[in-house]
């Protein structure tokens, strides 16, 4: 699986109704295929829409996308709000599952770093010995590199009951020494966090 993660910049005060003309338009898109999660800014950038899509690879993408532009309520009426777009397909790691509908949030935090070159399969390496302790405090979402987006960039989306357990859980991590992984900052040049939370109709919340 590939996912493409798309965020929209939306004017001031419009989110709820984005969500709203979007989850009445999805009801004719999800035929062609299904949305992952559909996510608003609370921390960070505000006034922003993340709405993540599965596919099978590229070729399933551009399939889908084609036939879906042909359908006469897609894509969503919303584009007197949208002030910049941005679209990136990420590769997840091969030792991960992949994204599934649920109930695993409310909270989901999606940080967004930047790898110093050629440090992708260290990283890799490190998460991979990693994370079978760090999902017992909570669940990952999806994690993994840039293919096509910002050169070198690393996702990586985590789902908490609260702001709260949050704090908790990472600091029960770093007492514990699960997380982060060696040699994690190292690789690093740049590291940004936003909180989200998902639309009622998101399969996943």
Do not use: C
Request: no cysteine.
């Amino acid at each position: 699986m590939i996912y493409e993660i798309r965020t929209y910049q939306l004017a001031p005060g419009s989110v709820a109704e984005v969500e709203k003309r979007f989850g009445e338009a999805y009801e004719y898109r999800k035929k062609y295929s299904e949305i992952s999660a559909f996510l608003h800014s609370e921390i960070g950038p505000l006034n922003e829409i993340v709405h993540i899509w599965g596919y099978r690879d590229l070729a399933d993408r551009a399939r889908v996308r084609a036939e879906s532009s042909k359908d006469a309520n897609w894509p969503p009426k919303i584009q007197e709000f949208i002030r910049a777009m941005k679209s990136e397909i990420v590769n997840p790691f091969p030792f991960l599952p992949d994204v599934t509908p649920g109930n695993v949030g409310p909270i989901f935090e999606l940080r967004y770093y930047t790898l110093k070159p050629g440090q992708l399969p260290g990283m890799q390496k490190g998460w991979e010995g990693a994370i079978p302790e760090r999902v017992k405090l909570s669940p990952l979402v999806l994690a993994g590199p840039v293919e096509f987006g910002q050169a070198n960039g690393f996702v990586h989306i985590w789902a908490y009951k609260s702001l709260d357990q949050r704090m908790q859980i990472r600091d029960e991590a770093r007492k514990k020494g699960v997380w982060p992984p060696p040699g994690g900052g190292d690789r690093l040049l740049t590291q940004e966090t936003k909180i989200l939370l998902p639309a009622s109709w998101s399969p996943l919340k």
